[in-house]
């Protein structure tokens, strides 16, 4: 029996560890020269580890698939003549099949990742170092703790009040799922509507681009000093009624919930038309949105 700690779940792999398995059984087969003719099978529960070792990929973990492949070399150099050289195979076996062997295996992981590794002596030569760490499980880690310190910057943010009224599925999943979908213009118009930092003069003004933060439609109608803010354009302002009827009709009772829009690309779309319509943002898109 050989046993070898492999290390944290942090930094290895269920099918880290399915490899580092099957190398000690590859290594225990050609030491103590048990192997018959005939095919040897070596069982696996890993339908991961089985899919990198029939079809090895350019990704982490393939160092383990060529130090399998060397062991299995090794073995076969105990065999000077070729026709004894046996035939190893890999194969499935499920996780909750009770075959003595399967459990006996499970009892002797666990020793292992209590610490109780085979004496260094023991071990095929491959692993008389530390393997390097799973790159891919590193890159999910550090992914994971940054998104937990943006989770953590986001809960005592100024903005954070003000975007719950439109989306409160932080980190935004859903809604960066839907912006890729588009193109990168109309992903930059959705993103200015929800921060509501778009060139409408409610914001110009406030950034000392417009004289006035009102809008100039309602001004010129009813002198209404009324300001131009995204929900004033998008829902109110008389000067787009027309436009406006096509995204009543669309849309139906969400035609005036822009949290609701916000959340379904289709909806996104029509008030992507709605905008096109307008054409009061066409000097600072240009015709970008033209298609709708």
Not at 6 to 26: F, H, M, P, Q
Not at 161 to 174: A, G, H, I, Q
Not at 254 to 259: K, M, T, Y
Request: hydrophobic fraction near 40%; charge should be positive; charged fraction near 25%.
């Amino acid at each position: 029996m050989l046993r070898y700690q492999l290390g944290s779940a942090t930094n290895y792999s269920v099918c880290d560890a399915e490899a580092v398995g099957g190398i000690l059984a590859l290594w225990l087969l050609a030491t103590h020269k048990t192997i018959r003719r005939e095919s040897t099978p070596i069982y696996t529960d890993s339908q991961d580890f089985l899919n990198l070792l029939s079809v090895p990929k350019t990704k982490s973990g393939i160092h383990l698939i060529k130090k399998i492949i060397r062991t299995a070399d090794e073995a076969y150099a105990w065999y000077t003549v070729a026709d004894h050289r046996p035939k190893f195979i890999f194969r499935w076996i499920s996780q909750n099949d009770k075959i003595k062997g399967n459990i006996k295996a499970d009892e002797e992981a666990k020793e292992a990742a209590r610490g109780g590794s085979s004496d260094v002596v023991r071990l095929p030569p491959i692993l008389h170092r530390r393997l390097p760490f799973n790159a891919e499980l590193a890159k999910a880690n550090q992914l994971e703790k940054l998104h937990e310190e943006w989770k953590a910057e986001w809960s005592v943010s100024p903005r954070r009040n003000r975007m719950r009224l439109l989306d409160t599925t932080f980190p935004f999943d859903k809604y960066c799922s839907i912006v890729n979908s588009l193109t990168r213009a109309q992903g930059s118009i959705i993103l200015q509507i929800r921060t509501q930092h778009i060139p409408l003069n409610a914001y110009l003004f406030k950034i000392k681009k417009a004289e006035a933060p009102y809008c100039q439609h309602c001004q010129q109608r009813s002198d209404d000093n009324i300001p131009e803010t995204v929900l004033h354009y998008l829902f109110i302002c008389p000067e787009h009624a027309a436009a406006r009827s096509h995204l009543d009709n669309t849309l139906g009772r969400d035609s005036r919930d822009l949290a609701a829009i916000l959340k379904d690309k289709k909806k996104i779309q029509a008030l992507l038309k709605y905008i096109s319509r307008t054409k009061r943002l066409k000097a600072a898109f240009g015709d970008v949105l033209s298609l709708y």
